[in-house]
């Protein structure tokens, strides 16, 4: 019998993004997340970094300057009279004003009016008579456009109201950073401002142009699997589409199309790649993430992609979005975290507390995407390889009684994609150097359902003190794009070697299943004993199961080597260092506030009229390789 045909690996040669924590390249939102154990250069870089994305202070070519004097600061400087501002104005923090205000949040009140045994008498525009006028209206012209209107009947009004949010805290983007203002982002939806920003950070984050990938591979060869679970409900998407007719306003052209939950993945092929590939937006409610990656690694195992673009990018710190998973009982209220406190006041800091004793999720806007490429196009390319992801394994719960509760789907997820890295890595390396990317979402169900499994798991493959991390204690649950966030926090702890610890909690809660399992909370130092595989699980409403598992470079380094050989991994090495020059290159221009946000509006069109079609390719006018129409019947055993 004939050996299959070999794998394509998908390797990690790019991430970028944008979170509570900060820009997702080269680690900066990582490290704000360990920042106490950063050495004390990289801290300062750190802080200095988010300083210029908060508008704290500004730049020159060369240096950081105080906005007031235009004088210049040193990164001790910057520590000491900025850092403070900047610890404070990242991570999850009270709902800022600039979204609106949770003390007094706008609604509307219904009334009824009335004058009692008197008709109702009122005087208005006329332009603002209500069409057609009720019948029981009397109207009598007045002067200057005006009418006087008389009821017999009582009037029913909505009138401008505020009231209390019962939930105050949220993972939001660093104090002061405007992402629509890093490209002309005119009437685009706040989770498509995020969606650019956050993939043109990660296509830089490669260190290689982008034309010099798109002309390397097919055209079709390259993939953008994205979206959101939220759609777009601010005022430019679904949110003023929805709310136009109640507020008396008109709909714009463009808040129904840019509403869409497909526009994370749309806007990158038009405005940032402009490829001609497959599209896919894949919606798994919180699992999202790995929905979508799961599609690039098989299209890229089985040869249909090259390079694959995913992420997701949601913006979901919207009043409306709030009431209804609050109403839920599925976020941490105010007045539930007191109780829970035994106190007057709680920190908003502390609201996501995943395994000790918690109350609800605290919801967060967030953009995560990444770069994979087969193995073969790393190498010949010279790209940097921060990981890989070998697997990704979905399932669902069967018969529910509730769309919201946990099942059975994430033993299958978790105990296949401990089952599948082992047989890649082997016993030793699970049970030794392996950890878990907790879903962690800071319920009281979940720490008790999740930990379950993780213990069980566990038990089955011999694991004891497996390290789990819930890194939605710092940056919140962003929904789609939480796993991205456990996954690019990974790649962090791949190279840094800390672990970050839980540092929301004083304790794992009592009915935490932890008989085989390590709660830091704490970072937690591995670089002793490096981790080589890191497990990422999810969990959505619905039963939208979700676990990948992600390769360490220097486990997938020695896969490469026993692929092409020592000679071929040697001038691989030669040019990667190029690429990490210009990745570099790009670090430190955006440390100080140059991202170079790629966005092509109207830009580099495809005449369809220079379009070259036979009946064996297409192709396309801009693009080095064409489209091959050669096909083989895959069903030959059949005809």
């Not at 069409?131 to 009947?153: I, N, S, Y």
Request: charged share 20%; aromatic share 8%.
């Amino acid at each position: 019998m004939s050996r299959p045909s070999p794998s394509r690996l998908s390797v990690i040669v790019g991430f970028g993004g944008f979170n509570a924590a900060g820009r997702a390249s080269a680690h900066h939102a990582y490290r704000r997340m360990i920042i106490e154990s950063l050495p004390i250069k990289e801290r300062q870089e750190t802080i200095a970094g988010l300083a210029v994305m908060m508008g704290l202070i500004d730049v020159d070519e060369s240096q950081y300057i105080r906005i007031e004097n235009d004088q210049p600061l040193t990164l001790d400087e910057i520590e000491s009279e900025f850092g403070a501002a900047v610890l404070d104005g990242t991570l999850i923090r009270r709902i800022e004003k600039t979204f609106f205000d949770v003390d007094a949040a706008h609604w509307q009140k219904s009334a009824v009016l009335s004058s009692g045994s008197q008709p109702l008498v009122f005087e208005m525009s006329r332009r603002d008579l209500p069409e057609p006028v009720p019948q029981h209206w009397e109207v009598e012209e007045l002067e200057a456009g005006r009418v006087k209107v008389t009821l017999a009947d009582n009037l029913t009004v909505k009138l401008d109201s505020y009231r209390d949010m019962p939930v105050k805290s949220a993972g939001q983007l660093p104090r002061g950073f405007d992402p629509g203002a890093l490209y002309n982002s005119h009437f685009h939806p706040r989770a498509l401002q995020l969606a650019v920003i956050g993939a043109s950070d990660a296509v830089r984050s490669v260190g290689i142009d982008w034309l010099t990938i798109a002309n390397a591979v097919k055209p079709d060869e390259i993939g953008v699997y994205a979206s959101n679970v939220m759609s777009q409900m601010d005022e430019n998407g679904f949110g003023g589409l929805l709310q136009s007719r109640l507020k008396g306003g008109r709909v714009s052209t463009k808040q129904c199309p840019l509403g869409l939950s497909s526009m994370p993945a749309d806007f990158v092929n038009a405005y940032i790649l402009g490829s001609v590939g497959h599209t896919g937006a894949i919606a798994g409610a919180c699992a999202s993430f790995l929905y979508n990656l799961r599609a690039a690694v098989e299209d890229i195992a089985s040869g249909k992609c090259r390079v694959a673009i995913v992420g997701n990018a949601e913006a979901p710190i919207t009043p409306e979005i709030i009431d209804g998973y609050a109403t839920m009982g599925a976020l941490a209220s105010e007045e539930k975290l007191k109780k829970l406190d035994g106190a007057d006041a709680t920190d908003p800091r502390r609201t996501s507390r995943p395994f000790g004793d918690n109350c609800g999720f605290t919801i967060a806007e967030a953009s995560q995407y990444v770069v994979l490429m087969d193995d073969a196009l790393a190498l010949e390319l010279g790209a940097d390889i921060h990981g890989a992801v070998s697997d990704v394994f979905i399932n669902a719960d069967g018969f529910k009684k509730s769309i919201s509760a946990p099942g059975p789907g994430n033993y299958i997820t978790m105990a296949k994609a401990v089952a599948a890295a082992r047989a890649i890595v082997g016993d030793e390396a699970i049970r030794q150097r392996s950890m878990v990317q907790a879903h962690g979402s800071s319920t009281p169900q979940n720490r008790v359902t999740e930990s379950q499994i993780f213990d069980q798991v566990a038990k089955v493959f011999d694991i004891k003190q497996w390290p789990v991390s819930a890194v939605k204690a710092y940056v919140g649950h962003s929904l789609s794009p939480a796993s991205g966030e456990q996954l690019i926090t990974s790649l962090g702890i791949f190279k840094y070697g800390m672990v970050p610890g839980i540092k929301t909690v004083d304790k794992v809660a009592d009915d935490v299943f932890a008989e085989r399992l390590q709660f830091p909370l704490q970072d937690l130092d591995r670089r002793d004993q490096p981790l080589d595989v890191i497990f990422l699980n999810s969990k959505g409403f619905g039963g939208n199961n979700a676990t990948a598992g992600v390769i360490a470079p220097q486990v997938v380094e020695k896969m490469l080597s026993r692929r092409y050989g020592a000679e071929r991994m040697d001038k691989y090495f030669q040019q990667r260092e190029q690429t990490r020059a210009a990745v570099e290159a790009y670090d430190a221009a955006a440390l100080k506030g140059h991202f170079q946000t790629i966005y092509h509006f109207g830009e580099g069109l495809i005449d369809e009229s220079q379009i070259d079609m036979d009946n064996t390719s297409v192709t396309l006018p801009g693009f080095a390789r064409p489209i091959d129409l050669a096909f083989t019947n895959r069903f030959d055993d059949m005809v």
